[in-house]
């Protein structure tokens, strides 16, 4: 994939660990990748270069995963951009929520790497 137009991905987590392993295992698939710790992080990174797709951590400080999707759906600006959430609570509860707010996909941690990169390729699409 030419890295002058492989896709944008922004990965939302507050650890480092996830971050390091998403971007890692995107990157080896040519994906261009940012990273934020937070929302602050998220919406400023947003706001200077839109993603091409957002994966998103639900259990953070401050501001939830789920009020970023909120904010993100609810946004002309952003409500078309897919989000995928990628979760250690993958109770059926929270998928459904995720859903109900917009989230295009979900993933439990860990997760299955093969699936999960055919899902981002579709999305991408």
């Known amino acids: ?37 937070n929302a602050k992080e998220a919406f400023t990174l947003i706001e200077r270069n839109k993603p ?15 009020d970023i999707l909120q ?16 979760s250690a609570v993958g109770s059926v509860e929270n998928i459904d929520t995720c859903k109900s707010l917009g989230a295009v996909d979900f993933f439990g941690k860990p997760i299955n790497i093969p699936v999960f990169l055919t899902k981002i390729k579709e999305h991408l699409l």
């Open 71 to 86: 904010k993100l759906k609810a946004n002309l600006s952003t409500s078309e951009i897919p989000v995928v959430v990628v």
């Open 1 to 37: 994939m030419d890295k002058s137009s492989s896709p944008l991905i922004l990965i939302v987590d507050d650890s480092t660990t996830n971050l390091v392993l998403l971007e890692a295992i995107l990157q080896e698939e040519g994906y261009t990748t940012s990273t934020a710790f």
């Open 52 to 66: 091409d797709l957002i994966l998103l951590d639900l259990l953070m400080p401050q501001v939830s995963g789920f």
